[in-house]
C-alpha cells in the first residue's frame, strides 16, 4: 500500500528541489520531517507541507501505520518556464527563465 502527494507549479527550479528530496530519500517520516525543518534551504517550507499532506492522505484515505511511514520515491521534474525580460544597456533586452517544478512523494509502510 502506497500514499501519494503532489505539489505542482512550485516556483523552485527542480534542480534546488532535487537537493533536498536527496536528503529524505528513503528515511522515516519523523526523521524526514525533522531533516526538513532544520535545513536552511527554500525548498524544505513546501515539501514539509506536502510531507505532511502525504502522511494525511495515509492516514484518513488508505489507513495506513503513520508511525511505519518512510519515503518510498520522491523526484521532481521541470513544470512550466516563467519567461520574463531584463531590459540592459543599449536598448538590449535578456531573458530571464524562472523555472518551476512538480514535486512527487510516495511513502510506504514498512513490513
Known sequence: MES???LNYVRISPRKVSV???LIRGKD???AKAIL???PKAACEPLLKLLKSAVA???NNHDMDVASLYVAECHASQGPTLKRIRPRAQGRAFRIDK???HITLVLK???
Open 57 to 59: 492522505n495515509a492516514e
Open 29 to 31: 517520516v519523523k526523521l
Open 20 to 22: 533536498v528530496l536527496d
Open 37 to 39: 525543518e532544520q535545513t
Open 99 to 101: 523555472k518551476t517544478s
Open 109 to 111: 509502510e514498512r513490513e
Open 4 to 6: 501519494k502527494a503532489y
